[in-house]
């Protein structure tokens, strides 16, 4: 399989999707705005460094990628002209630094290249681990009252299980933030797949009807979390234990 690269140059959120027979990843960047051409230039630098980062293995392995790259935003009102330079520097240390292919697509067109499909089955949550049987025997209020009194099973046990669901946990955020993204991109693509990426997100994540799915970088940091963190498996009185 040929490693297929989208890349959506933004300030707000710079992302780069990767599709490749080691699977599918999401980097997405932050830069801070600059008040001058030196400053500029050197954010745009950032950003290419990271893309380089990604490009140049698979190039000097000789994988042979292919980069498909959102084309100009001719309409944009706010910002359209730094976009533009961005986007000239990019293609330059694409075309003739790194000398990959580039495709200039729609978003749609980007995403589909990728497989976003394939990606999204990718990022189905984790199942967390089974109760194990001695805190399994015994009620919540019980398991946390042996723990506080020093029982070196029940602290064992509760150890290792808080840190199994603790560490699923924390990858299912991390899914549903890349999720979160995928949605943002087909929604202003205004795209029909937006409405059931929509609720294949909120059946998988088990997200409430009355919750809004975030697709801002803020917004996707502060909800994923909570979002993913599950009471009823691990309760609130043996996370602070």
């Known amino acids: 399989m040929r490693p297929v690269v989208g890349i959506d140059p933004s300030f707000s959120g710079f992302a780069v999707a990767v599709a490749s027979p080691a699977g599918v990843r999401i980097e997405e960047w932050k830069t801070q705005p600059a008040k ?19 490009l140049r293995p698979m190039v000097e392995q000789q994988m042979d990628p292919l980069v498909t790259l959102e084309h100009y ?11 533009g330079e961005l986007g000239g520097v990019l293609r330059s240390e694409l075309v003739l630094a790194l000398g990959v292919d580039v495709v200039e697509a729609q978003r ?9 499909q394939q990606r999204v089955r990718e990022l189905s949550p984790i199942e967390m681990p089974a109760l194990p049987a001695v805190l ?12 506080q009194a020093g029982d070196r099973d029940v602290l064992e046990a509760l150890g290792r299980y808080r840190a199994d669901v603790t560490r699923r946990e924390s ?15 087909f929604r202003s693509d205004g795209s029909d797949y937006a409405d059931r990426l929509e609720q294949w997100i909120r059946g998988r994540f ?36």
Request: aromatic share 4%; hydrophobic share 40%.
């Open 73 to 83: 935003s001719f309409n944009s009102k706010n910002g359209g002209e730094l976009l």
């Open 171 to 185: 990858e299912n955020a991390g899914r549903l933030r890349r999720c979160l993204w995928l949605l943002g991109v």
């Open 136 to 147: 399994g025997r015994r009620s919540e209020t019980d398991v946390t009252v042996a723990a």
């Open 36 to 54: 001058d051409v030196v400053g500029r230039m050197k954010r745009y630098n950032r950003l290419v460094i990271g893309v380089a980062g990604i």
């Open 108 to 116: 749609a067109e980007r995403l589909a290249l990728a497989d976003q």
């Open 206 to 241: 088990r997200v409430p009807a009355g919750i809004e799915l975030p697709t801002d970088p803020v917004g996707r940091r502060q909800c994923a979390g909570p979002l993913t963190r599950d009471y009823a498996i691990l309760p609130r009185a043996w996370r602070q234990l």
